[in-house]
Nanobody, 121 residues
């Protein structure tokens, strides 16, 4: 599976962005997908994940109520809608696919290249 993340950019605090993770290769619908991020000088951290069927989405506490993960298997795409963005959300965001849907990055087998989100105060 090849993953391509897009949709990052510069936004003011309080604004919104929608990230996309487009997949090609093996049937995407068989995989759970997670979003992770890595801010400046920080370790990569879990953001959100969604199972292959689109049920049981999970979120990091820091983004609950602001971010929404969804998927369209017909389009081989997973989305991350990010609202009420804060400067602390500034990071490179990565999507990843794996057979399990977990918050642990080592459980994912395939990774996209990342898209930069910058939130200005």
């Amino acid at each position: 599976v090849q993953l391509q993340a897009s949709g990052g950019g510069l936004v003011q605090a309080g604004g919104s962005l929608r990230l996309s993770c487009a997949a090609s290769g093996r049937p995407f619908s068989s995989y759970g997908v997670g979003w992770f991020r890595q801010g400046p000088g920080k370790e990569r951290e879990f953001v959100a994940a969604i199972s292959w069927g689109g049920v049981r989405p999970s979120y990091a506490d820091s983004v609950k109520g602001r971010f929404t993960i969804s998927r369209d298997n017909a389009k081989n795409t997973v989305y991350l809608q990010m609202n009420s963005l804060k400067p602390d959300d500034t990071a490179v965001y990565y999507c990843a696919a794996g057979l399990e849907t977990t918050p642990w990055n080592h459980e994912y087998d395939y990774w996209g290249q990342g898209t930069l989100v910058t939130v200005s105060s």
